[in-house]
């Protein structure tokens, strides 16, 4: 195996793919039927979820492993480095263990965070295929969507262009009276692209008013559409299919909401995903399962992978361990109040990922800039940035132990750290109640991961009380300023007058009840200013505008300048990957 410290990741990932396992040594070790593995070539595949859930529906869970992270950097702290370095060491120890992990989507791919592959030796492989379209579910996302909006636009057009008599008589539909200042849809994309967040379509050309509806409109990255987070939350095909019908793309001129169902396209965009239902199964570099399935951001979505991935491996693996996005304030917290009451699993333990690196940003070190040499603060020692920046993670161990479950804080070590920093982390980590371990999978695999490996199954091994934050019968301005309150440590909440009016319309609905509550909130501060580091006070959350979700069933309070699609910065990824004309092989994909 090559050397992390001397080779890049894609270098890495393509000397561990000349011995890995088959798609099908895989799925017999993992202990999958060969009828239940739908191969895509001979190192990847799918999982036909209804058949493994059928089979083994009667068998007992294995353990359930959330792993989260403090505050992060905008250069990632490693949270899917260590799901699969944690498997790793579950591994080596003897134990059956597999993860699930999100679908790296373009944007970042080809931006600045990489592929979310894992790095160093906690990897997961083959890495090109996994990082570039892979089975194609962010394609079908894709389609599904934006047939709806297809759906959207040619129904306004031609609502436009004719009378009620001939519209019905071509198309058999009465006139759904949509309002053309009050879309709540847009188009998606799967890469950052600023210049595409605000549009105009429908400019009339040689075909006039035929050529469509000329309207402001706009395009969102492929990950945070609403079908994605149908993907991620759906227990099954009948529950896709139900949710897929209650999209809301627009609003009639009498403010009543016109659904994906009222336009006819939701079985066709129910079509686009049947395949993309079943959760895709690759390996780590030491050959261990990794189930990829479904993408969605956790700062502006929901954040998690799938809910069917986490119910098949549950059922594979003594030790299941599923990855959600960013910090605790963000992933976690939608994790436990969102996904949990989705699958109605429990989780027995949760890891906080945490670099000496994030701790030092925290506690006043000049923050770490993408695509620039790191300060030399965080290459030297220097015990008290990191003693202050502990308040952050004290902070998110204090989140996890509200949900009544056992943290496990994982310091992610890097060669630039000292014993005395992390001495410092492990007492204070440790004084608050929390188990540590030092884990150096990125640079040894899943020998560098055996403390953590062990911290997991004994706090496993625990008695959980886990427990909802809130009801779902709390009125959502109440969940709000808990949230608030509880997990970013906001003294309050300010509502804009137009989110005050939404929420109140949405509290109305006879659903009301049963909608989730899934926050856009940055995720470089516990508070909703991402210049804010460490555990701030005396702030109040503030919110601009509030969406809702009807098929994900969420409501979408959203604070800050957050935008549904990023940018692509002056420095991205992009440059530096390119062909080997000879084998064909991707390099300088990270």
């Not at 049963?514 to 926050?519: I, R, W």
Request: hydrophobic share 40%.
């Amino acid at each position: 195996m090559l050397d992390p410290k001397g080779h890049a990741d894609w270098e890495i990932a393509q000397e561990a793919e000349k011995t890995m396992k088959t798609i099908y040594q895989i799925g017999r070790d993992l202990g999958l039927e060969e009828s239940e593995l739908l191969p895509y070539g001979h190192f990847m595949g799918k999982v036909d979820f209804r058949k493994v859930l059928d089979r083994l529906g009667d068998r007992p869970n294995g353990k359930y492993v959330d792993v989260t992270a403090i505050t992060p950097t905008p250069l990632g702290e490693g949270k899917s480095t260590t799901t699969i370095g944690l498997v790793q060491g579950l591994g080596r120890r003897g134990r059956r263990a597999s993860a699930a992990i999100r679908q790296p989507s373009g944007g970042p791919t080809m931006g600045v965070k990489g592929s979310a592959a894992g790095g160093g030796l906690s990897q997961c492989i083959p890495l090109t295929q996994y990082s570039l379209g892979f089975t194609g579910d962010i394609n079908a996302v894709m389609n599904a969507h934006n047939l709806a909006m297809v759906a959207l636009t040619a129904r306004m057009q031609h609502e436009r262009n004719y009378t009620d008599e001939k519209l019905l008589s071509l198309s058999r539909m009465p006139r759904l009276n949509i309002d053309p200042t009050n879309v709540n849809m847009g188009w998606v994309m799967d890469f950052c692209c600023q210049a595409l967040r605000n549009v105009i379509i429908g400019i009339d050309g040689v075909n006039g008013r035929s050529d469509g509806f000329m309207m402001r409109s706009r395009f969102d990255i492929a990950v945070s559409s609403e079908v994605m987070a149908i993907l991620a939350v759906a227990r099954d095909l009948a529950d896709m299919r139900r949710r897929m019908g209650r999209i809301i793309v627009a609003y009639d001129r009498d403010g009543k909401p016109v659904t994906t169902a009222d336009l006819e396209v939701d079985g066709a965009m129910t079509a686009w995903m049947v395949e993309a239902l079943n959760p895709n199964l690759i390996q780590t570099i030491e050959g261990q399962p990794v189930f990829v399935h479904a993408g969605p951001f956790a700062n502006i979505a929901i954040g998690q992978s799938s809910v069917i991935a986490d119910r098949v491996g549950l059922k594979l693996s003594e030790y299941h361990v599923t990855e959600s996005g960013f910090g605790a304030d963000i992933g976690y917290e939608k994790f436990w109040n969102l996904k949990c009451h989705y699958s109605g699993l429990t989780p027995d333990a949760a890891v906080i990922v945490a670099t000496v690196r994030a701790l030092k940003s925290h506690g006043g070190a000049p923050a770490p800039v993408p695509g620039r040499p790191l300060p030399r603060e965080y290459s030297e020692e220097n015990v008290g940035f990191v003693e202050a920046g502990c308040c952050n993670l004290l902070h998110h161990i204090g989140s996890v132990k509200k949900s009544g479950v056992s943290p496990v804080v994982c310091i992610n070590a890097f060669v630039t750290d000292t014993d005395a920093e992390i001495a410092r982390v492990r007492e204070l980590c440790e004084a608050a109640g929390a188990r540590v371990a030092l884990s150096r999978h990125w640079e040894l695999g899943g020998e560098g991961a055996l403390e953590l490996a062990d911290a997991v199954m004994d706090a496993c091994n625990e008695k959980t009380e886990f427990t909802p934050l809130y009801d779902w019968k709390m009125p959502f301005r109440e969940r709000i300023e808990l949230v608030a309150r509880e997990i970013y440590g906001a003294e309050g909440v300010d509502f804009s007058a137009e989110a005050e009016t939404r929420l109140e319309n949405i509290q109305k609905r006879d659903d009301a009840g049963e909608l989730g509550l899934c926050m856009v909130k940055t995720h470089l501060s516990l508070s909703d200013d991402p210049a804010l580091k460490g555990a701030p006070r005396g702030w109040r959350l503030k919110i601009r505008d509030v969406l809702i979700y009807g098929g994900a069933g969420f409501v979408v309070p959203v604070s800050g300048k957050i935008t549904l699609m990023p940018g692509t910065g002056s420095n991205p990824a992009f440059r530096r990957v390119d062909v080997d004309t000879e084998t064909g092989k991707v390099k300088g994909i990270f």
